[in-house]
């Protein structure tokens, strides 16, 4: 499927989107809607480059409230996140998302390598206005392994990353990095010959940026899912979050309360979630506002109250920046 130039007017369909998971099998938890339904505004794209070199791409607005999961097997992914942001996991590893400065009005991407080695749950959730603007490769270890040579230097390295369950690595991608990206979703319309190719060097120059960053900074690669002492670091740390109301909760404060230094907190929440200490905590507070209005009817001064906001139009900004919709459209 070709991204088109005026993406207002392209539309894409339940089923459509259900066909892009090739040959993983979605399961649509809501909302319910025909296989003709229009899901998307916008476009996706998948091409298969080789065998166990896949890439998929978006440039889409969602439509609805919407949740799918699906199983998938080992691999090793690529993803670079340009534009929006969307809650999605492998597992108990939570996939960065870009950052959104309001001086600027700008976007900053995020681009990550992962690892998989066995078969994990992947879970999409957006909410309405979401537009989200991505390029993710994915990789099966059996084709990953076949390009290095004998003797290769960086084989040890790159098999001991792609051997350990939820091993990630996240950084701001290059200008050119972004380049490539940006091409891949507007691949010009060419026969499907010439299509192929442009993708394919495009990818290749992605997985270069890719590798290249993690040889240099291979040190700085996270761990997977969370041990049982990390897991009730996490538990405190969300126990204390939910017992605060009325007033905006500091990366200083939440590190205090934990008993742990900034740093160690910082690593801790970034091995897990993908996030950094203020964004999670900016996270945590409006899901549980959210929670709030849809469940327990409180006026949007609650609403506020409760994600620490002493400003009902701040909280509304950025409730509409986390979820897409403003806080009435949720009551």
């Known amino acids: 499927m070709f991204v088109p130039t005026d993406l207002h007017r392209h539309y894409v369909t339940k089923e459509e989107l259900i066909d892009q998971a090739n040959e993983r099998p979605v399961r649509w938890l809501g909302p319910s809607l025909s296989t003709n339904d229009e899901v998307l505004r916008g476009a996706i794209g998948f091409l298969k480059v080789d065998n166990g070199l896949s890439v998929h791409y978006s440039n889409a607005e969602d439509l609805h409230d919407l949740k ?3 199983e998938c097997g080992p691999r090793i992914g ?3 996140f ?3 942001e969307v809650s999605a996991s492998v597992g108990r590893y939570r996939i960065p998302m870009p950052t959104y400065d309001e001086k600027s009005h700008n976007w900053t991407p995020v681009m990550t390598v992962f690892a998989q080695t066995g078969i994990e749950t992947f879970v999409r959730q957006a909410r309405r206005g979401t537009r989200l603007k991505k390029v993710t490769l994915s990789i099966s270890h059996e084709w990953l392994f076949s390009q290095f040579g004998p003797g290769d230097p960086s084989f040890v390295a790159f098999k001991d990353f792609a051997e350990e369950h939820l091993a990630n690595l996240s950084w701001v991608p290059s200008p050119h990095a972004i380049g490539l990206a940006e091409q891949i979703i507007a691949a010009p319309r060419k026969s499907s010959f ?3 190719l442009y993708i394919t060097a495009r990818v290749y120059g992605l997985l270069e940026e890719a590798f290249q ?3 240099e900074n291979r040190t700085q690669v996270a761990g997977g899912a969370p041990d049982s002492q990390d897991r009730h670091k996490l538990l405190a740390i969300e126990t204390y979050l ?9 990366a200083d404060a939440l590190s205090k309360a934990a008993g742990m230094s900034a740093n160690t907190l910082q690593r801790l929440l970034t091995r897990t979630y993908g996030l950094s200490t203020s964004r999670f905590i900016r996270r ?3 899901e549980r506002s ?5 469940r327990d009817a409180v006026t949007i001064s609650e609403a506020a109250f409760i994600a620490g906001y002493s400003s009902p139009a701040n909280f509304s900004t950025a409730f509409k920046r986390e979820f897409g919709l403003s806080p009435k459209k949720v009551m």
Do not use: D
């Open 68 to 70: 799918i999961e699906s």
């Open 242 to 250: 939910g017992q605060q109301r009325g007033h905006w909760v500091t």
């Open 78 to 80: 690529v993803s670079i």
């Open 290 to 294: 959210r929670e709030a209005l849809e």
């Open 194 to 196: 010439q299509y192929r």
């Open 284 to 286: 945590f507070m409006l």
């Open 213 to 215: 960053h993690f040889t």
């Open 82 to 84: 340009l534009e929006g």
